[in-house]
């Protein structure tokens, strides 16, 4: 995601690598780090506590969480849409009836008020979806970031 801020702006990042979201968040409240692009759901408390301040957010549109947070494209960062997101998956050659039942299932509690709201409370959205959107999501996901990696030269150390 800072790659793609960086190609949309000119702006040149060092990548600082964390084993996870939460030392990342600590080195970002310590003042380790001067930014960083994290889960909301992992620094909605320290938004909350006024520890740390949201720039923008990388999704399309502002967040229900708080539509005073800016996007990215508003910040002049272009037009950048990304956001966390969780999947349920399996084996190849799972049998079609048994994926079918689980996502039917997935769906239903997800869409439970009572478990909407408990994952909103930690600033998470739930977006159910079939098996068919998923894989084309996931696709999109991949080609997006083929290219962001291709023109930002990213390799592995």
Partial sequence: MLESIALNTGTK????????????????????????????????????????????????????????????????????????????????????PIIDKLSAKVVEILNMPDVKTRFAAGGVSTIPSTPAELEAKIKRELATYRLVIEKANVRVD
């Fill in 13 to 96: 990042f060092v990548h600082v690598p964390y084993k996870g979201g939460a030392p990342a968040v600590q080195a970002l409240v310590a003042g380790d780090i001067p930014l960083g692009i994290l889960a909301s759901s992992t620094v909605a408390p320290y938004v909350r506590s006024g520890k740390v301040r949201v720039l923008a957010i990388t999704t399309g549109q502002r967040s229900p969480l708080d539509p005073e947070w800016p996007t990215l494209a508003q910040e002049g960062a272009g037009y950048t849409s990304a956001s966390n997101w969780t999947a349920l998956l399996g084996p190849k050659g799972t049998p079609q």
